[in-house]
Nanobody, 119 residues
């Protein structure tokens, strides 16, 4: 129903910036809540940020507040994660996800994009 593809990952030095994109196909995301998650090597997947498309209400994990910004485009098919002041601990595979209801969990997931932060 909804296909998500992440892009924009790569290698960046600590303190640098990177912007991830999540492109959706199948339908508009305007009725969804979109989320970014990440999974570092040897660790469980964790929540990073989310945005309710309608209204744009956002939520961030404490670890990224003030450094990361989630946003969406006007076309309703792309979500972004602007990552600034990157730290070594931000190294992870970043996943985009979508849901119609947070209570039901995130229904759709991308394959992930690797972000590696070097010292």
């Amino acid at each position: 129903q909804v296909q998500l593809v992440e892009s924009g990952g790569g290698v960046v030095q600590a303190g640098g910036s990177l912007r991830l994109s999540c492109a959706a196909s199948g339908r508009s995301l305007t009725t969804y809540r979109m989320g970014w998650f990440r999974q570092a090597p040897g660790k469980e997947r964790e929540f990073v940020a989310s945005i309710l498309w309608r209204g744009g209400a956002t939520n961030y994990a404490d670890s990224v507040k003030g450094r990361f910004t989630i946003s969406r485009d006007n076309a309703g098919n792309t979500v972004y994660l602007q990552m600034n002041s990157l730290k070594l601990e931000d190294t992870a595979i970043y996943y985009c996800a979508a849901t119609l209801s947070v209570r039901q969990g995130y229904d759709y997931w991308g394959q992930g994009t690797q972000v590696a932060v070097s010292s």
